[in-house]
C-alpha cells in the first residue's frame, strides 16, 4: 500500500512508491480505493522495504515480470531504478569540445545533444560539467588519454565522476 499524504483543499492524494518516491499525478479517494487495498502497516513494510531494496539495482520489468528484455541483451535498464549511475566529464572541457562531440556522435548518433549539468555528490562537492551516455565512456578516456590536452585535464581533475542520486542533477543548458 503506497504511502499518502492528503491535500486539504482538494481533496487528492499524493502518492509516495518505494522505487521512484513521490509521484506526479494527485490521487482521488474512490481511484486509490478501486487500485488498492487498505492493510495495516505492519502487513506492508516487508514488501514496501523488499521493493525499495530492489529498486537499487533492479528495474521495474525485472521486478514485476521476472525478466527484463533490455537486460537479457545484456543492456543495461534503467526503469523504475532509484539510483543510477551517471558520468560527468568536467574540468576544462572546452579544449576537448570538439573530440568528445565527435565520439559522443560516432557512438550514439548523429542527433546526439551534448548536455552541460550542474550537480553536488554526497559529500558536497559542486561540479559543472558534460554528461556522458555510459556507451561513450570508453572510447572517450581511450581518445582523451591518448591527447597531450587531456594529460593536463587529468592532472587537475577526475575525468570522469559517477554520481548515484538523479535528484541532485539540475540542467544548466541543453546545449
Given at each position: 500500500n503506497?504511502?499518502q499524504?492528503?491535500n486539504?483543499?482538494?481533496?487528492?492524494f499524493?502518492?509516495y512508491?518505494?522505487?521512484?518516491?513521490?509521484?506526479l499525478?494527485?490521487?482521488?479517494?474512490a481511484?486509490?480505493?478501486?487500485?488498492y487495498k487498505?492493510?495495516?502497516s505492519?502487513?506492508?513494510?516487508?514488501h514496501?522495504?523488499?521493493?525499495?531494496n530492489s529498486?537499487?539495482?533492479?528495474?521495474?520489468?525485472?521486478?514485476?515480470?521476472?525478466?527484463?528484455?533490455k537486460?537479457?541483451?545484456?543492456?543495461?535498464?534503467?526503469v523504475?531504478l532509484r539510483?543510477?549511475t551517471y558520468y560527468v566529464?568536467?574540468?576544462?572541457?572546452?579544449?576537448?569540445?570538439?573530440?568528445v562531440?565527435?565520439?559522443?556522435?560516432?557512438?550514439s548518433?548523429?542527433?546526439v545533444?551534448?548536455?552541460?549539468v550542474?550537480?553536488?555528490t554526497?559529500?558536497?562537492?559542486?561540479?559543472?560539467g558534460l554528461?556522458?551516455?555510459?556507451?561513450?565512456v570508453?572510447?572517450l578516456?581511450?581518445?582523451?588519454?591518448?591527447?597531450d590536452?587531456?594529460?593536463q585535464?587529468?592532472?587537475q581533475?577526475?575525468q570522469?565522476?559517477q554520481?548515484h542520486?538523479p535528484?541532485s542533477?539540475?540542467?544548466?543548458?541543453?546545449?
Open positions: 503506497p504511502k499524504q492528503y486539504p483543499k482538494k481533496k487528492l499524493l502518492i512508491r518505494p522505487n521512484t518516491g513521490k509521484q499525478k494527485l490521487e482521488t479517494c481511484d486509490l480505493k478501486k487500485k487498505k492493510v495495516p505492519e502487513d506492508a513494510l516487508p514496501w522495504l523488499e521493493q525499495y529498486s537499487a539495482d533492479t528495474c521495474t520489468h525485472a521486478y514485476w515480470r521476472g525478466n527484463c528484455k537486460a537479457g541483451l545484456g543492456l543495461v535498464c534503467e523504475g539510483c543510477r566529464l568536467c574540468g576544462s572541457v572546452l579544449s576537448v569540445w570538439t573530440k562531440e565527435g565520439v559522443l556522435a560516432s557512438v548518433g548523429t542527433n545533444k551534448m548536455q552541460i550542474r550537480l553536488r554526497e559529500d558536497g562537492q559542486r561540479i559543472v554528461i556522458i551516455p555510459a556507451n561513450c570508453s572510447p578516456v581511450n581518445l582523451l588519454s591518448t591527447s590536452q587531456s594529460q585535464l587529468a592532472v581533475q577526475q570522469i565522476w554520481q542520486h535528484q542533477i539540475t540542467n544548466l543548458n541543453n546545449a
